[in-house]
């Protein structure tokens, strides 16, 4: 499996598309980015399925609450 990944992914609050750059020289990550159009905080959650050489990204808002 490569290291460096560029991935384009849709903003969950404006719906503008950008490109992300995923390193998965270490391992599962957990993160942030901010959104160039509309400057909201990206929430990322990258796991790296190595049984199944697969790379899962998922994209979500960081206002999400769980009850």
Do not use: W
């Not at 903003?11 to 020289?25: A, K, R």
């Not at 509309?38 to 049984?51: E, F, K, R, Y």
């Amino acid at each position: 499996m490569k290291n460096l990944y560029q991935q384009r992914i849709e903003c969950p609050h404006c719906g503008h598309h950008i490109f992300v750059n995923l390193d998965t020289s270490e391992g599962d990550q957990d993160y942030f980015e901010d959104c160039a159009a509309c400057c909201n905080p990206i929430h990322l959650n990258m796991h790296l399925d190595q049984l199944h050489n697969k790379l899962e990204l998922r994209v979500d808002s960081d206002d999400e609450q769980v009850f």
